[in-house]
């Protein structure tokens, strides 16, 4: 999966660099809704870190394509490279994206939808890793994070459903959303082409178990036994 006709891939050196870019970015990151319609099939996208032999970090970064349906695995993909980028809150994109742009690019089928584990627009910038990678690919993405970044939110009831919204500088940038009863809340994000109200129903709709959604819970898995 090439990124013909969209951004091509910018590595910075500096945390400058990298925050200037999300800002010229930033703006072709469609929030729009209602997203896509016929889903079949989905992506989970996460990373593992471990020292890199010599110093630094490798950074694993995995695909897992899950039929829509039935939630069974479709393909995967692993990508392992050196991190390219130092550990920046509100950059951490540029140290993920390498990787799991490299395994999205060896799946034999485009996904309809992405899940990525991370934030889109509830971000200091607006601009978090769903957005991000949902402008490099043209594909709807959405974050859906373990915990919260920018922002406050009430309580949420306890029922699986329920949801109370992320408030950053006045903004509503995302959801603190119930998957299970009683479990803590996911963090769910626009990243790309997907409102949040149907984000919001993507997630809950492939998590029928578990507090993560299946694609996410499988990639986690992934990452971690292959890094």
Do not use: N
Not at 63 to 72: F, S
Not at 155 to 177: F, I, K, Q, S, T
Not at 218 to 226: E, I, T, V
Request: glycine share 12%; with cysteine.
């Amino acid at each position: 999966m090439r990124h013909l006709g969209r951004p091509a891939p910018e590595w910075p050196e500096t945390a400058v660099e990298a925050e200037e870019i999300q800002e010229r970015l930033r703006p072709l990151a469609d929030l729009s809704g209602p997203g896509p319609r016929d889903v079949r099939l989905v992506a989970g996208l996460d990373v593992a870190y471990t020292p890199a032999e010599g110093g630094g970090e490798l950074v694993t970064g995995a695909v897992v394509v899950l039929d829509a349906a039935t939630l069974e695995v479709a393909g995967q993909a692993v990508v392992t490279e050196r991190a390219r980028f130092p550990y920046v809150p509100g950059l951490f994109a540029f140290r993920e994206l390498p990787p799991l742009l490299a395994a999205l690019d060896r799946l034999d089928a485009v996904p309809d939808l992405l899940l990525c584990d991370g934030h889109g627009l509830a971000h200091p910038r607006r601009f978090g890793l769903a957005c991000h990678l949902g402008v490099l690919t043209g594909l709807p993405v959405i974050g859906v994070a373990k915990t919260l970044f920018v922002g406050e939110h009430g309580e949420p009831g306890r029922e699986r459903g329920a949801y109370a919204p992320v408030v950053h500088e006045g903004d509503v940038v995302g959801r603190a959303l119930r998957t299970q009863d009683g479990v803590r809340p996911v963090y769910v994000s626009q990243g790309h082409r997907v409102g949040l109200d149907e984000a919001c129903e993507h997630v809950l709709r492939l998590a029928p178990a578990y507090r993560l959604p299946e694609p996410i819970r499988r990639a986690d898995h992934l990452s971690r036994h292959r890094s």
